[in-house]
């Protein structure tokens, strides 16, 4: 699994790296760490527009998503 870590990092910086991380592992599952609401809203919605599954995981100081392709 890949991790991506844009916690600290504002917008749109955090949807760049999750889309270039989206880019270089096809299919792979990713971890993606945040911490502000605007990041997990973004990032959440620019994996679903890519056909991943996004759950959500409140972690000490924001949040984990885990976004999983689709197998289509």
Do not use: F, W
């Not at 270039?20 to 620019?46: C, H, I």
């Not at 994996?47 to 197998?71: F, I, M, S």
């Amino acid at each position: 699994m890949v991790e991506v870590d844009v916690r600290g990092l504002s917008c749109p910086i955090p949807v760049v790296k999750t889309k270039k991380a989206m880019e270089q592992n096809p299919g792979q599952t990713l971890a993606v760490l945040t911490d502000n609401e605007t990041s997990r809203e973004n990032v959440s919605r620019l994996a679903e527009n890519r056909g991943y599954q996004v759950q959500v995981e409140k972690v000490a100081g924001g949040y984990r998503l885990l976004l999983t392709p689709n197998k289509s």
